[in-house]
């Protein structure tokens, strides 16, 4: 389904450049814009974000975690671009994809996986995909099988999600990267402060904006350009700019809990247009409130693996363990283990 442009009058002008006619009504500040002055300002939020908030600087290698999505697409055509112009200098990026090894996984669902090798080589950047049952011994079906027969119930988004996090910092540390760029939004930012709030998790705010998972905070730092982009927009760029979109949505996403909030978060947009920046700029705030005022507990290491972990184990080790397969999966990463 192709992403449609906000109702606007095509008779006014772009309040931007002042020449071409309006396409599309920017709701939360009442500006009409033309595409090319929609998409510029796209890549200059994105470029101020890096350069205000010291994201990428120079000497970094930056990963980009590409799923296939339209996000993820244009995060790489983005970081490229500003590369190429030189807007980026010094650094070196790599482009990957996990591969988790279900028949969802993003690495099946990509409409054309070859797009992405290509797109990656336009702008001189080295493409790879990497693989869970390389990496861990098992995929993600095979450990969710064993659990399931072990009698642990565990969503498939969640094992995708924990074991795709300590992929990347096993894989990065291998690779010497810096610095992951992930493809999050503005819509999926104010999901996971509205989801903490929803849950009472106040103690993930610490981790807001920069990690994931606090056991994985003291390793490479994620980084989110697109943070402050609305999904809406992003869609408009990847479609005007020929990404491709996915072929299949996953089925698994339907019983996240994001999902249902992703509808309501729409539903509460039309009537307040900036609810998502509202939600992400009080996670920030509560995030630097209690760095401030609350002493960061120092992080414990788990028995196992000696990853970070706020118990004796951390949450790999608690799947592979009650899948029966730990003792496989430690001797898998013994030259990563560091206790």
Known sequence: MEPSLTSTSTSSLCHHCGRRPAQYLRAVSGERLCLRCLFNSLERKVLKTIRDERLIEPGDYVAIAVSGGKDSLVLLHMLGKFRERGLLRDVK??????????????????????YVKELAAKFGIEYNV??????????AMEL????????HEVHMCTIDGVLRRRAMNLIGRRRSWTKIATAHNLDDEAQTVLLNVLMGNLSRFRWYGTYED???????????????????????????????????????????????LKF????????????????SSFGGKLTRILKETTPEAQP???????????????????????????????????????I
């Open 93 to 114: 990026m790599e482009a990957f994809t996990i591969n988790e090894g279900h028949p969802y996984s993003c690495f099946y669902r990509m409409s054309r996986r070859d």
């Open 130 to 139: 990497y693989h869970f049952r390389d990496i861990f011994g098992v995929t």
């Open 144 to 151: 969710s099988e064993r659990l399931a027969k072990a009698g």
């Open 300 to 338: 414990k290491r788990c028995k196992h693996c000696g990853a970070p972990s706020a118990r004796d184990m951390c949450r790999v080790c608690e799947f592979f363990e009650k899948a029966g397969l730990l003792d496989a999966y430690l001797q898998k990463i013994r030259p990563e283990i560091n």
């Open 214 to 260: 606090a056991e994985e905070k003291d390793l490479i730092p994620r980084i989110k350009p697109l943070k402050y982009i609305r999904e809406e927009e992003i869609a408009l760029y990847a479609h005007y700019h020929g990404l491709p979109l996915m072929e299949l949505e996953c089925p698994y996403v339907t019983t996240n809990p994001r999902y249902n």
């Open 264 to 279: 309501m978060l729409a539903e509460l947009e039309r009537e307040m247009p900036s609810v998502k920046y509202n939600l």
